[in-house]
């Protein structure tokens, strides 16, 4: 049971050391956020004439995430990777807390985007949402998936070379199953949305965060280690 | 575009004229590598026992 | 007779398969197709093509697998050249099928679920091939890919069961096609071309795996001879 405490201790010291150096430097969620409050803005611009209906919003805010998203999440690995730390990195803890502290580095980075551009988003695209509690929930679910499949392709980007294409290339075809899932549950919390229930859309997000987690937990190790 | 250049049925039989063609393309390619592949081990096999 | 020779005489059979399969498939009276006329056709090589596709793809994805537990670069090899040959017949549906959708729906593309399942198999190969070629040493990039094979194996399952959740786009494309298959029935005669069709492109299939193993292990025979 200690031995189990010890990763969890681990995992997390990963993670906690990632959210200092985020905090004192604000590098990544500056990145993130910027970009994803240009997107917005061209977005709002480019569209906001145009009455959009309250379906296509639900797909709109998903296209910024996923794009701030993929400009943002490689960095956890591409930055142990570029400052030379990642050698210390995988004599300090053991693969899978890494990857468990990278993880939950992500999901925190996802979240504190939300909250910066949900709000933005609701206000500039006039975006309806009927049941707040089920839209938090389709986020929150989305970003367990989000982070899921993206961290473990950092890791193998922070290796290779054309690293900022190559995240978003890799990324996409195993998000596409997660981008249908959210925006579709997105769609069934808002205002005008047809009485049928979003709870299919929870479970599949669901299983596919716990399906990628797992999965990049058995792979990790093959990845991280040299 | 109204009227087709040729009927239906002469269509049909173009297509699947191509289609053959295509296909016998295909088969002779496949034939020609396999027959270099064949070659080259028995040139490889023969130079690893020597 | 030797080995080479029986090989040879099934080769020029399945040739000979072919050649008939063609003929057979155009010269079937297009009544006995159905409701869709002469555009359906298409069927007896839109679909073995889609079929061998994903073959090729479950293909690739078990030699990963094995590749990421034992370690043996031959395993790496097939995996990818499983690989090549899916992208070939997957490039191969993919087009017959915007032929088809154009003639009887007048549109190419639609993002009906068999559509964005085929659509996602292209980019997955893609960068999967993107991901081989960013990555420079021999053994991270078996590793690699290897993995990339796993998590999108993991992947195919969620998009099987949302694609008919798509709720706003179900509908176009299987229909005809499932109905042609499965409760109407085809005429027994295109049942025949078409179980003949899928033999023969799973035999053009096997035959071209073998030759791409056979060339992968010249490669690896003469590179340990210098």
């Known amino acids: 049971m200690s031995e189990l405490w010890a990763w969890f201790v681990a995992a997390w010291a990963v993670c906690a050391k990632d959210l200092r150096s985020e905090f004192r430097t604000r590098y990544a969620l500056s990145a993130i956020g910027l970009f994803a409050i240009t997107t917005l803005t061209v977005i709002s611009f480019a569209l906001g004439p145009f009455g959009l209906e309250q379906d296509l919003l639900a797909a709109l805010l998903w296209v910024v995430l996923f794009f701030a998203a993929m400009a943002g999440l490689s960095r956890v690995f591409v930055h142990e990777e570029e400052s030379k730390t990642a050698p210390a990195l995988r004599l300090a803890a053991p693969a899978s807390a890494v990857y468990l502290g990278k993880y939950l580095f992500n999901l925190v980075l996802l979240l504190l985007l939300e909250v910066l551009i949900v709000p933005l988003f609701i206000v500039m695209m006039g975006l309806q949402v009927g049941n707040f509690g089920l839209f938090a929930l389709v986020l929150l679910l989305g970003n367990l998936g989000l982070a899921g499949a993206t961290t473990i392709i950092a890791a193998m980007v922070s290796q290779a070379s054309a690293r900022g294409a190559l995240f978003t290339v890799l990324s996409f075809p195993l998000l596409l199953p997660l981008l249908i899932s959210t925006i579709e549950g997105t769609r069934l919390t808002l205002a005008q949305a047809e009485l049928a229930s979003p709870w299919p859309s929870f479970q599949v997000l669901l299983a596919y965060a716990v399906a990628m987690v797992t999965v990049s937990l058995m792979l990790f190790p093959a990845i991280w280690t040299e | ?50 | 007779m030797d080995r080479v020779r029986w090989t040879a005489i099934g080769k020029i059979a399945l040739a000979v398969w072919m050649a008939v399969v063609i003929i057979l498939a155009f010269l079937m009276p297009a009544q006995n197709l159905g409701s869709l006329g002469q555009a359906a056709r298409v069927i007896f090589f839109h679909i073995p093509s889609a079929w061998v596709t994903v073959v090729a793809f479950m293909i690739s994805s078990v030699f990963s697998i094995l590749y990421l537990v034992k370690r043996r670069r031959v395993d790496d090899h097939r995996a990818v050249n499983a690989s090549v040959l899916g992208v070939v017949f997957c490039i191969l549906a993919t087009v017959t099928g915007a032929i088809f959708a154009t003639i009887t729906w007048g549109s190419p593309w639609n993002w009906d679920p068999r559509e964005t399942t085929i659509f996602f198999l292209l980019l997955f190969y893609a960068a999967y091939f993107v991901l081989r070629s960013a990555v420079a040493d021999e053994e991270r990039r078996a590793v690699f890919s290897g993995a990339y094979n796993v998590l999108g194996l993991v992947v195919v399952p969620f998009l099987v069961f949302i694609a008919p959740r798509l709720s706003v786009l179900a509908g176009l494309h299987p229909e005809p096609l499932i109905n042609v298959r499965g409760e109407l029935d085809m005429d027994w005669r295109a049942l025949v071309i078409f179980l003949s069709s899928l033999a023969g492109f799973t035999g053009i299939f096997g035959w071209s795996y073998s030759l791409a193993n056979r060339v992968s292990r010249l490669q690896d025979e003469i590179l340990e001879q210098d």
């Open chain 2, 1 to 50: 575009m109204s009227g087709l250049l040729v009927d239906e049925v002469t269509a049909i039989f173009v297509v699947m004229a191509v289609t053959l063609v295509v296909w016998l393309g295909i088969f002779a390619y496949l034939w020609g590598l396999d027959r270099k592949v064949r070659r080259l081990e028995k040139e490889v096999r023969r130079a690893g026992n020597e």
